[in-house]
């Protein structure tokens, strides 16, 4: 199936997940994909910034590709496939869409500053993979260092119909989702699926402002999928009761250059991968760390009976 722009409900993005040794664990990704879908995951995103795209040989990409397009059956995989030239995104692109992924990922370079230069590269990377394939803006400005107004979105969406999504991680952002749904109202831009991101950090208002969901990579998706659930079904003090109890070890993975380390320890101690290690050149955590972060989840364990490990 093929993305577009009613897409909704969790799109977990994906840890790669490796061995101590540096090689994949593969039998950790069929873990992770199970893990997901008992979730409700209504998709999955992999060769994300998570992902550790950069660090993957492209066999390894495109083997990884497969694994979660077959584990995920009929729900939609997206796949980043930005790139520093657009040859390899094409190409990337292109192998991804045979192998029966939903739609494509695509990141500004950090390099672009303004708005022309953001719409035309956009420009410049739907000919490159042609426009048949459903692409995804990402809109990471904390990473990615460039800043996307609604007005360049909606332009970007409006010029190209294989737009159906935006990944939105502006922060703060809620003010723009709000903007983007009012184009959208009064009908100068059409309308495109808007998940977000930030490890879920702003989920309980983003649901508010007009997200269809989440897409990124908390250790425990079943929250970010209850809270979108429970969002959509008006039980607002419910998501937020649910939410805040997350919400210290959503803090504490939102620190810059620990937050995969902390996710990916955490989602061994809950077994959905069987190695918190990070391809080199990666980070880690301390044993205080460590500690730490059993601390919060032994007390999210109480104010949350579903993740108690």
């Known amino acids: 199936m093929l993305l577009d722009a009613t897409a909704a409900g969790l799109f977990p993005i994906a840890p790669t997940p490796f061995r101590a040794d540096g090689k994949i664990d593969h ?14 995951a209504t998709g999955v995103t992999v060769l994300g910034i998570m992902g550790e795209a950069p660090k993957l040989e492209p066999d390894e990409a495109l083997d990884l590709t497969k694994r979660f397009i077959d584990g995920f059956g009929y729900l939609p995989v997206i796949v980043g496939v930005s790139a520093p030239g657009l040859a390899a995104m094409r190409s990337l692109a292109r192998a991804v869409m045979e192998q029966g992924a939903a739609g494509v990922m695509i990141a500004p370079p950090s390099h672009l500053r303004t708005d022309d230069q953001i719409t035309g590269y ?11 394939i459903p692409f995804v803006i990402q809109d990471y400005p904390l990473t990615l260092t460039v800043q996307m107004t609604p007005k360049v979105i909606r332009h970007i969406v409006m010029a190209h119909p294989s737009c159906v999504m935006l990944k939105h991680e502006d922060w703060p952002g809620l003010e723009k989702i709000s903007t983007l749904r009012g184009f959208q109202k009064d009908g100068s831009m059409r309308e495109i699926s808007i ?24 250790a425990f998706p079943e929250m970010l999928s209850r809270v979108v659930a429970l969002q959509k079904a008006g039980k607002r003090d419910e998501a937020h009761d649910l939410f ?17 380390a902390v996710r990916k320890y955490v ?35 109480r104010l949350d009976p579903v993740s108690r490990l």
Do not use: C, W
């Not at 991101?197 to 309980?204: A, E, K, V």
């Open 27 to 40: 039998g950790s990704i069929d873990t992770l994909i199970e893990g997901y879908l008992k979730a409700g």
């Open 122 to 132: 956009y420009a410049q990377a739907v000919e490159a993979i042609g426009t048949d």
């Open 195 to 218: 998940l977000t991101g930030n490890g879920g950090l702003f989920l309980d208002f983003e649901m508010e402002r007009g997200a269809d969901g989440a897409m990124t990579g908390y």
């Open 244 to 260: 805040d109890a997350h919400l210290p070890l959503l803090r504490y993975e939102q620190q810059q250059g620990a937050g995969l």
């Open 267 to 301: 989602m061994m101690r809950r077994g959905l991968i069987a190695s918190d290690a990070q391809r080199k050149p990666g980070s880690a955590i301390s044993a205080t760390a460590k500690a730490e972060v059993d601390y919060l989840l032994e007390r999210l364990g």
